[in-house]
């Protein structure tokens, strides 16, 4: 009694920990300390875990904790900032095929009772599965791994017809009198193919909206599986993961102005271009960027995954810092899905020394681009173009987007001519306001300051 009361006392612990872990990483300023509790939660149930009676296998279980440990150790100190929205894509993932696998493993031992039980096994297996490998599909395509969207003839037919074959071989899972292992191998099989399917022809501008979908599917069957074993800790950091990712994912569509469904059955790569844009790309040099900024009152700064690609961010704040020097007002844009994950702008100037201060989010600061002399937009796309406002046939018509293109001066760092990786045409880089200046950010950034500096002598 006195052990039970031990591991369920430390399990709510855990509980807590996660939820103070999830508030604390809702601010940057808390993020790194929110971290740390839930780490620590997740240590007090893993190690709880190993007090509970009948358990066995220590061996196994400590082998695949040292293994796994070891992997996410240096993985995680080896990856790069560009490279973290596909780490979070795939450890996602991983957590999706752990819940369905605890269902296989439950399946196989044959030793579940009630329809209830065996309901939720089967939906934690499902939504496992598909969260699984479809974020295999998203690691993929941000890794480069898969170069283009994948559209298969009648995909939503497709899609639709799978998704209710698959739920039809759960239903009869869950109303067998006993487990059928070849059903249960089928189910895993189609559930397994549904999340390929789904995910395959989604472009790279949702992709952070599908990442986000694909954790909060995580959280629910990890919360589902949780019931299935009576683990209160992993019902509990289910619920909170899963509630969290689906709030996550909303708010993130709005900021697209696309309905969810939208995303997964009309990806924006088959929605259109829209319009043809008239004019011509006006191209300046870095000594002419650098004098706009170092002689302007205020500068906005719109980081974009361009930056992030080519490492610019600490570039940017040495930029920043002269112009500050100099008396210039800079401050940073952050559109709500800038880069290719939630907040990573926000991870990377953060990394790169930039005070929360200065960096706001699309509400504080479009007010303020009217007032701006410099917009300087550095490897972002969709997020400033106006055509969302006024092309009904763009794909992006009616997403919020940060009005850069009513600052005084637009200057956009690009790397060459061609589109964003939408493939979606940008009205602002023909704006007669419009500049651009062309190569890597790290180069043409690089370049802004040494002409900054000798301006300031």
Known sequence: MAMKWLIDASYFVAAILFILGLKGMSSPVSARKGIVWAGVGMVLATVVTFLTPGMHNFALMLLAITLGGAVAWISGKKVA???MPQMVAIYNGMGGGAA??????????GEMHGVVVTLLATL????????????VIAWAKLQGVMKKAFRLPAQNAVNIVLALVTIAVGGAIVIAPTIDPLLVGAFFVLALLLG???TLPIGGADMPVVISLFNAFTGLAVGFEGFVMGIP???IAGIVVGAAGTLLTQLMAKAMNRPISNILFVPMAAAGGGEAVEGEQKELGAMDAAALMRYASKVIIVPGYGMAVAGAQHKVWEMAELLEEAGVEVVFAIHPVAGRMPGHMNVLLAEAGVP???????????????QADVALV?????????????????????????????AQN???VKRGKGTGYSGIENALFYKENTRLLYGSAQQAIGEVIQHVKAMSV
């Open 356 to 370: 929360y201060e200065k960096i706001f989010d699309l509400e504080e600061i479009n007010g303020d681009f009217a």
């Open 100 to 109: 369905a696998a605890i269902a296989a493993v439950e399946f196989a031992r």
């Open 378 to 406: 550095i490897g972002a796309n969709d997020v400033v173009n106006p055509s969302a406002r006024t092309d009904k046939s763009s794909p992006i018509y009616g997403m919020p987007i940060l009005n850069a293109d009513l």
């Open 196 to 198: 390929v399917i789904i």
């Open 124 to 135: 934690g297996a499902l939504i496992g599965a598909v969260s699984f490998s479809g974020s």
């Open 233 to 235: 800790a992993l019902i």
């Open 410 to 412: 637009v200057i956009v």
């Open 81 to 83: 900032m560009t490279d």
